[in-house]
């Protein structure tokens, strides 16, 4: 399938590792210049080599986008290296969990501030440049916490619920400009992250990682857990020119753990 991304002009948050930077690499198979951005200096950097290995072209900012100032950074650099941004692709944010019953709510309010409003800020600055060429692409990775909430996760949850209340603001206020806005809410994947969690489980129980999430997976109808490649695959598609008619969606992307209707 031709992508039509030849040229494009991208930016990935979260990029340093995991989905961030499949999906930094996904889009720089494709010809899109990307500019990749976290706050871990020596990570950027690495994933940048990554990107002129692959044969693409890649910048790097390291800042802090739980803060407005940090947003602007990476948009104003990203214009002034490609001359506009085509695509945007919102994956920063880890919150801290923690029971319900003993929450500090400072720790959702910690959660708000990096996920949910460094997806907004970014979304805003880069509208304006999209909408100079009537054509853009907003991808934001909201996690399947956001239908799944436990008594572990309240802030991840709430603010995964606040980005899909999000998208589909956002799509229908810039649809109309070429934009499309949609949303992937991955379940468990495998990425470095996921595996220490899932590593400080399997030594309060005495048990291999591999086999806790073999066993994780097992029972999920994929009979796995996700790549995190997979992931940047459908990235690639919601940013692209064959995606054309999807507008404020949200695909779960969790091995059909979800039960729910819709």
Same mark, same amino acid.
């Given at each position: 399938?031709?992508?039509?991304?030849?040229?494009?002009?991208?930016?990935? @948050?979260?990029?340093?590792?995991?989905?961030?930077? #499949? #999906? +930094?690499? =996904?889009?720089?198979? !494709?010809?899109?210049?990307v500019?990749?951005? =976290?706050?871990?200096? =020596?990570?950027?950097?690495?994933?940048?080599?990554?990107? $002129?290995?692959?044969?693409?072209?890649? #910048?790097?900012?390291?800042?802090?986008?739980?803060?407005?100032d940090? #947003? &602007?950074?990476?948009?104003? !650099?990203?214009?002034?290296?490609?001359?506009?941004?085509?695509?945007?692709?919102?994956?920063v %944010?880890? +919150?801290?969990?923690?029971?319900?019953?003993?929450?500090?709510?400072?720790?959702?309010?910690?959660?708000?501030?990096?996920?949910?409003? /460094?997806?907004?800020?970014?979304?805003?600055?880069?509208?304006? $440049?999209?909408?100079?060429?009537?054509?853009?692409?907003?991808?934001?990775?909201?996690?399947?916490?956001? /239908?799944?909430?436990?008594?572990?996760?309240?802030?991840?949850?709430? =603010?995964?619920?606040?980005?899909?209340?999000? @998208?589909?603001?956002?799509?229908?206020?810039?649809?109309?400009?070429?934009?499309?806005?949609? +949303?992937?809410c991955?379940?468990? @994947?495998?990425?470095?992250? &996921?595996?220490?969690?899932?590593?400080?489980?399997?030594?309060? !129980?005495?048990?291999?990682?591999?086999?806790?999430?073999?066993?994780? %997976?097992?029972?999920?109808?994929?009979?796995?857990?996700?790549?995190?490649?997979?992931?940047?695959?459908?990235?690639a598609?919601?940013?692209?020119? +064959?995606?054309?008619?999807?507008?404020?969606?949200?695909?779960?992307?969790?091995?059909?753990?979800?039960?729910?209707?819709?």
């Open positions: 399938m031709e992508l039509g991304l030849e040229g494009k002009r991208a930016i990935v @948050t979260g990029s340093n590792r995991g989905i961030g930077r #499949c #999906c +930094a690499l =996904a889009l720089a198979r !494709e010809g899109v210049r500019c990749v951005a =976290a706050r871990t200096r =020596a990570l950027l950097d690495r994933t940048v080599e990554e990107i $002129h290995a692959a044969g693409g072209e890649g #910048c790097a900012v390291a800042t802090d986008l739980s803060t407005a940090g #947003c &602007a950074q990476v948009v104003k !650099e990203t214009v002034s290296r490609f001359n506009g941004v085509d695509i945007l692709v919102n994956n %944010g880890a +919150a801290r969990g923690g029971d319900i019953l003993e929450l500090p709510t400072r720790q959702i309010d910690e959660a708000l501030e990096l996920k949910t409003y /460094s997806y907004l800020r970014l979304a805003q600055l880069v509208i304006p $440049h999209m909408q100079e060429n009537q054509w853009g692409r907003i991808v934001n990775i909201a996690g399947s916490a956001g /239908s799944s909430p436990n008594r572990q996760n309240i802030p991840t949850s709430l =603010a995964n619920v606040a980005i899909l209340n999000m @998208t589909r603001a956002l799509s229908d206020t810039v649809s109309g400009d070429g934009i499309l806005v949609n +949303a992937i991955p379940g468990l @994947t495998n990425t470095e992250r &996921a595996r220490s969690i899932q590593q400080a489980q399997a030594d309060q !129980e005495g048990r291999d990682v591999e086999n806790l999430l073999k066993e994780i %997976g097992g029972k999920l109808p994929a009979g796995r857990i996700a790549e995190p490649e997979e992931i940047a695959n459908v990235v598609f919601l940013a692209s020119e +064959a995606c054309s008619y999807m507008f404020g969606s949200s695909i779960y992307m969790d091995g059909g753990e979800r039960r729910s209707t819709p």
